[in-house]
């Protein structure tokens, strides 16, 4: 089985994958991850990656093509694996169908988790974070026992600037354009298929396990 998940932020594409790789045993691949390790290996790409995350700068689509390639290579992922944060670009879409034509392999589905923007806006700026310990919490969904005060330490939580409402939008305008290619791009060749990602983990991986259940019938 192998997945691509898309989605705008928020809406929970890195848990409902980490929640799949639990349950059918075939890895969680996202681009952060594959960042970082990359970058504690002392690979060659992870070097360069690092060279341009220091300068602040964006990775250049062929160091990211390059370590997702890498990573697709190896022997956890020959059974499948669930792609989350890549591809971001119809470049990237490409070169995806390029390395898995060179792996003899092929996408079995592109799921865009849909979410109203109102309820990304209520997932993102709800966020609340430990600056001490890095507790994170939600306003909503998982709330500290006392309002504003970390469970774990006492330390008073903060809101990230990520994560208030201003840049919230700006992040959900720019994603939403490259989104909306992508969705373009695989709804041509078939792949696409949106899924229904309101409500809780629970019930959005309820949905998930009966449309897996489906693409196996």
Do not use: W
């Amino acid at each position: 089985m192998n997945l691509v998940l898309l989605g705008l932020p928020g809406a929970g594409k890195g848990t409902q994958a980490s929640l799949l790789e639990d349950e059918h045993g075939i890895p969680h691949v996202s681009t952060g991850d594959m960042f970082r390790q990359a970058i504690n290996n002392e690979t060659e790409l992870g070097q360069k990656a690092r060279e341009y995350m220091d300068a602040g700068e964006l990775v250049p689509d062929e160091v990211t093509i390059g370590i997702v390639r890498d990573r697709l290579a190896r022997d956890d992922s020959q059974s499948g694996f669930i792609l989350d944060g890549f591809p971001r670009t119809i470049a990237q879409a490409k070169a995806l169908d390029e390395m898995l034509g060179d792996l003899n392999r092929e996408l079995d589905m592109v799921i865009y988790m849909s979410v109203p923007e109102d309820e990304l806006l209520k997932r993102l700026t709800g966020r609340r974070v430990c600056p001490e310990c890095g507790a994170n919490y939600h306003l909503e969904f998982n709330p500290p026992q006392e309002e504003g005060i970390c469970d774990e330490c006492g330390s008073e939580l903060i809101q990230r600037d990520d994560d208030r409402e201003k840049t919230v939008r700006k992040r959900l305008d720019v994603n939403r354009s490259k989104t909306e290619k992508l969705k373009e791009y695989y709804s041509d060749r078939d792949l696409l298929v949106e899924l229904d990602a309101r409500g809780s983990v629970d019930e959005v991986n309820q949905r998930f396990a009966e449309l897996l259940e489906e693409e196996k019938e």
